[in-house]
């Protein structure tokens, strides 16, 4: 719990604070006419907007692992999941999102659940090489008393390294995720008392299911 908070309060107050004032420093310099349409400046701006959100994503993790089952809520799959597409739509206006709902749609999950599922449609978009990028989530239910939720793509699919490393939930010094955005999916999906799997799509992409319980009746 403590090395918790300690990175945390690295990646959030340190590690934030060193990319606001780079930020600062960048936009004095874009304000030269000579320099405004420099690359240089971009790819700074770009590689510290991706520092920024690192530590955005590590407070969710915290946030995940700290609060556990204390944050597990009924949650409507379907009303979250058109939150999190409307959202979605706003930063890439040109994905195509197919959704079918079949059953239940209630489920038992963390309250930041809907941090994963934005997790995983902004990742089905923004690694997707296809020239029309698409979305299907269907939502299923079963008589096992859980709720199945499928986010495809036509992307070309997670890396290996990645897969394992999410269900396998472990890293290794020369095996490791990239990233921690995968992480926090995980973890909101193990605290919601769930399970996750990747699956290949067809022709091509990725399949992402999540199994969450279903809520107990009122």
Partial sequence: MQQIEVLHRILRHNLRNSCNVVKGHVKLLEDYEMLSDDKKIQIIKENVDSLIELSEKSRHLRNIVLNGENAVEPVDLVSLLNNCVESLKEEYPDV???????????????????????????????????KNPQIWISVQSDAEGTIDLDIADNGSGIPEVEREVVELGEEKPLFHSQGIGLWVVRAAIIESGGELR????????SIVRITLPKAAPA
């Fill in 96 to 130: 195509e999102v197919h959704q079918q709902v079949t059953g239940e749609r209630v489920v038992r999950a963390h309250n930041q659940i809907d941090t994963a599922i934005d997790e995983l449609l902004e990742n089905a978009v923004k690694h997707n090489d296809s």
């Fill in 198 to 205: 990747i699956i290949d799509n067809e022709p091509t992409g």
